[in-house]
């Protein structure tokens, strides 16, 4: 308390010496070319409001943001060992075209985010400012998901033989079953042969060819069974199989039905009348257990509402004012004006890396280190009427964080991958950033000396990035960096964005001993009008800003 107490004392007396800032007046919303008097510091706090629901794809085309995680049919193109399932399932069923899918996955999701720029700036020269901002960060996303809506759409599940005694020992016995079955009918064959006379050969040497192929096929038919299903010894099967009341069980039920009936006719009733254990539809709950459970390799955490927080951003800036047409009151301007600065800008910190082991990850910030270059033009007619357009050149620095790539062949949604990866494809990702330009003009009308508004339009588009990968796998090394260099292919973007605000400044009134604190708040809200590419989300913005003008030196 003492030590609090202190800082309390020390920071009243420093704002009691402080004096009003003889600055000019703020132009509006937005940035633009001034610089702070020699002397001047300026203190800013915000809040930064943003929502989305929709991104734009490759195309330019609005979509839902979940969209890349949602498919009519969860199959092999998502998961490999759908894909080796549905040619084993087509052989065994007779189907031809079945479709092995975990059935129709929709996911809907919300973004949003806030965040609290604090930034500090002092007017070292009167053409010079330099200062400091730190951006805390809170970025959440909502995830909902369904499955099989209808409860009828998937034709795959979870192998119950996985987790279920039970369903183990039914399929053990059933491959036990044709296997015996085509050992002692192979031996009958043979005997039947060597001995015509023998009871109960009639039935095998009326056609030998024909119980030679049922031995044949029968085999083949219990290898794909103990492929799938497992039942062997030793053997698990494949992580799903066809649902049970489902039509390609039925259809497999009914060919071990037709085995049956085939060698009970060559006098073998070996096999019983169950077939193998079929699973469950797939279900909202299963997902959670897809991704969490470790027997199935995805080793993702649920989908959830997940919260990102820390610093979005730490960077240093500096501002120089190189000439102007106006002096330091705009108040005072007359026809036509114009003033000119150059900026530059370091970005010590930018911000949080993606969780690997989230489907949906937030990060803070931009997430990479980099540096940028700006050039503000600010433009009068008369002292109502302004604009400021600001030029910016920014370049992120490679940065490297564990990530999950998907294969190359996945499917996309206007260029979003799929985001429910195994985690065989995690890698150590190096990813630099493509360079970065941005245009903002900001028109504005002063309606009094202490109010003005105004409305913006941005421009931003950034290169494609580079991706360079570490596997965890070296054998994977190959594969996963030509995966790598396809998806980063498609990482350029563009965006329109659109503003409309107003601020209320009592700058110029305590540069005229009207008003004892300088200070300005402002409000904007922005809205992506134009995005391309898969990287932008068509956001809702809205912006509330103070910034405080205390002098400490100068005049």
């Known amino acids: 308390m003492s030590r609090l107490r202190h800082f309390s004392l020390a920071t009243l007396a420093v704002l009691a010496a402080v004096r009003p800032a003889y600055a000019q007046r703020v132009l509006g ?8 008097p020699r002397g001047v510091w300026r203190v800013t706090a915000g809040v930064v409001w943003d ?137 009958r064959i043979v005997q039947c042969q060597a001995s015509p006379t023998t009871a109960g050969c009639a039935s095998v040497l009326a056609n030998v060819p024909g119980a030679q192929a049922l031995v044949a096929n029968a085999g083949a038919f219990a290898s794909a069974l103990n492929q799938l299903y497992g039942g062997r010894a030793g ?86 004012l190189l000439f102007q047409t106006t002096g330091d009151d705009t108040a005072a301007i007359r026809g036509f004006a114009v003033r000119q600065s150059a900026g530059a800008s370091l970005r010590l910190l930018g911000g949080s890396d993606p969780a690997a082991d989230e489907a949906f990850a937030p990060t803070t910030g931009e997430g990479s280190s980099g540096f940028g270059a700006q050039s503000f033009t600010d433009l009068w007619y008369g002292n109502r009427l302004s604009a400021s357009i600001v030029l910016g050149f920014d370049q992120g620095q490679a940065q490297e964080f564990v990530t999950r790539i998907p294969d190359a062949a996945t499917p996309s949604i206007g ?98 001993g009207r008003a004892r604190w300088a200070f300005d708040v402002t409000y904007q809200h922005q809205q992506t009008s134009i995005g391309r590419g898969w990287r932008v989300p068509r956001i809702t913005r809205d912006v509330v800003s103070v910034r405080w003008y205390p002098r400490f030196w100068g005049r």
């Open 29 to 36: 919303i937005g940035e633009d070319a001034s610089t702070l």
């Open 51 to 187: 929502r989305a629901n929709e991104r734009y794809d490759a195309d330019g085309k609005l979509r839902a943001l979940g969209a890349a995680a949602s498919t009519s049919s969860w199959n092999g193109r998502y998961d490999p060992r759908l894909g080796t399932a549905g040619p084993l399932v087509a052989a065994l069923s007779g189907l031809p075209d079945f479709d092995a899918s975990l059935g129709v996955l929709s996911i809907a999701r919300r973004d949003a985010s806030v965040d609290a720029p604090l930034g500090l700036e002092l007017g070292v020269l009167s053409r010079l400012t330099v200062g400091a901002q730190v951006r805390v960060a809170s970025h959440a996303i909502e995830p909902s998901v369904g499955i099989n809506p209808g409860r009828i759409e998937g034709a795959m599940g979870f192998n119950p033989a996985w987790t279920n005694t039970t369903a183990r020992d039914r399929n053990s016995q059933l491959l036990a079953q044709f296997d015996s079955a085509t050992a002692q009918t192979t031996r």
């Open 235 to 320: 053997a698990a099967g494949l992580p799903f199989v066809p649902v049970g009341n489902g039509v390609a069980q039925q259809a497999i039920n009914q060919r071990v039905q037709g085995y049956r009936d085939q060698f009970t006719a060559l006098g073998n009733g070996a096999i019983g009348t169950q077939g193998p254990a079929g699973s469950a539809l797939f279900s909202p709950s299963d997902v959670t257990r897809l991704l969490g459970d470790s027997l199935y390799g995805y080793l993702l955490r649920p989908m959830r509402a997940v919260h990102a927080y820390g610093p979005g951003e730490i960077a240093v800036r500096m501002k120089l």
């Open 415 to 512: 260029g979003a991958p799929f985001p429910i990866l195994l985690g065989e494809r995690e890698v150590t990702l190096s990813r630099t950033p493509g360079s970065r330009l941005d245009i903002t003009v900001t028109p504005r009308v002063s309606l009094t000396r202490n109010i003005w508004i105004g409305g913006s339009w941005a421009w931003s588009q950034q290169g494609a990035e580079s991706w360079g990968v570490t596997a965890s796998r070296p054998e994977d090394l190959a594969t996963l960096a030509a995966d790598a260099q396809a998806w980063a292919a498609g990482t350029d973007w563009s965006e329109h964005r659109l503003g409309l605000g107003g601020t209320y400044s009592t700058v110029a009134a305590a540069r005229a």
